[in-house]
């Protein structure tokens, strides 16, 4: 039967492949934030592994917190589409009945890139909810082929009553897939955790006075092709080789790759790089920005990744590759530097280029820092949602609308 809204409450369902401290996570939960803070009931829905990692800032946020808790691939299906595996709702795999029954209360709901379940949104639609989705990044196969989410959101256009991205050249890709601007919204990314802004404050006026005998540079992410880890160890390297007066300070966790007989903590021990486990205590990350001048993030492929805004937030100048929309979170030579993607050697070099550059002139550096600081004060989650706020308000207008 079709379902009958409750005018005394609006309920929104957000679909998670996993909730552990990644970047789709974490957006989804800055999202349902804001969304609570305007009224609406937030409920989490995790359909691979049964486990939430929770952040301070989704504290209270949703209602309850649920589980498929069943075999369910993340990936994958009998079908093709664009090169692509998918399931539809008649196939088994896509065990349509059992998540129908875990999502037909809802009035929203906002799939944040859990593929198969693509396959039973249609039915939800049919029922009466509205249908969204959060597309973040275009993902690269070992051939440099795009690949990935946004692709299988065009097999299924047609079910979503709107699609959202975190960066505007995956709104303009939609769109000249075919995918109606009507239906296309821009939500652009804000830091990723909460941080007082006095806090903030005085951070980035520590910064002007900072006597360095070394350039700190650091990296925090996962070490896979993606994050181009080969390249981050050919800089130290050579760095080294250089004799330049640089610290490197490497955070992040350990990705097995097939054909990798040695570890990267390994690899980059031995040439006198300690590896540090990963950070996920929101202090401990801000004391890592806060002391490091330069962010590196020489990734192969990108969205608009949330370690880059973190990093302008506190002064911390990021070096990246212009991939992705990265160009969207950084003007060039100004509240960053941009280098071109290419091959690791190259993008190493230009990466030693431009951090050889900063050690030799200082003021460039406090320059880029001071404009990072400004150019992140004038981003929230709440100016940000602030549009997809005021289409919820039209889909489910309140009494005295």
Not at 21 to 28: D, I, N, R, S, Y
Not at 247 to 259: C, D, H, L, P, Q
Not at 361 to 384: G, N, Y
């Amino acid at each position: 039967m079709p379902r009958v809204h409750n005018p005394e409450r609006t309920t929104i369902g957000i679909l998670l492949p996993i909730a552990s401290f990644g970047g789709v996570e974490k957006v989804a939960y800055a999202f349902a934030k804001v969304l609570k803070d305007n009224g609406y009931e937030l409920h989490l829905f995790i359909f691979g592994e049964p486990t939430y990692r929770g952040v301070p800032d989704a504290e209270g946020v949703f209602e309850s917190i649920n589980f498929l808790a069943a075999e369910y691939n993340l990936w994958g299906g009998p079908h093709v589409y664009q090169g692509h595996e998918i399931l539809l709702g008649s196939d088994p795999e896509a065990q349509s009945d059992l998540i129908l029954g875990l999502l037909c209360g809802l009035d929203v709901i906002v799939n944040c890139q859990v593929a198969p379940a693509n396959a039973v949104l249609a039915e939800l639609r049919r029922r009466g909810a509205k249908i969204v989705g959060y597309w973040h990044v275009m993902d690269k196969n070992n051939v440099r082929r795009d690949v990935g989410h946004p692709y299988i959101a065009l097999a299924f256009e047609h079910v979503y009553h709107l699609m959202l991205t975190c960066s505007e050249s995956l709104c303009f890709w939609l769109h000249s897939m075919g995918v109606p601007q009507q239906k296309l919204m821009h939500i652009p990314n804000a830091p990723s955790y909460s941080l007082a802004p006095q806090a903030v404050e005085e951070i980035c006026a520590q910064r002007k006075g900072r006597i360095r005998k070394a350039l700190s540079v650091i990296f925090l992410g996962r070490f896979d092709r993606q994050k181009g880890i080969e390249r981050i160890h050919d800089a130290v390297r050579e760095s080294f080789h250089r004799q330049l007066p640089i610290k490197w300070r490497i955070i992040g966790s350990e990705v097995i790759e097939s054909g990798l007989q040695i570890s990267w903590s390994a690899r980059f021990e031995a040439i006198g790089v300690k590896v540090e486990e990963p950070l996920y205590d929101s202090d401990l990350i801000t004391r890592a920005i806060s002391e490091a001048d330069i962010m590196i993030l020489p990734s192969r492929w990108e969205g608009a990744p949330l370690s880059i805004i973190d990093a302008q937030r506190l002064g911390c100048v990021p070096v990246v590759t212009d991939v992705g929309a990265v160009g969207e979170l950084i003007d060039d030579e100004v509240d960053g530097v941009l280098i071109s993607e290419g091959s690791d050697k190259a993008v190493a070099e230009q990466l030693i280029h431009v951090l050889m550059e900063l050690v030799d002139d200082p003021s460039k550096l406090s320059a880029l820092s001071s404009a990072a600081c400004t150019r992140v004060s004038e981003i929230s989650w709440s100016s940000s949602v602030s549009s997809f706020v005021e289409v919820m308000q039209k889909w489910f207008p309140g009494p005295d609308d």
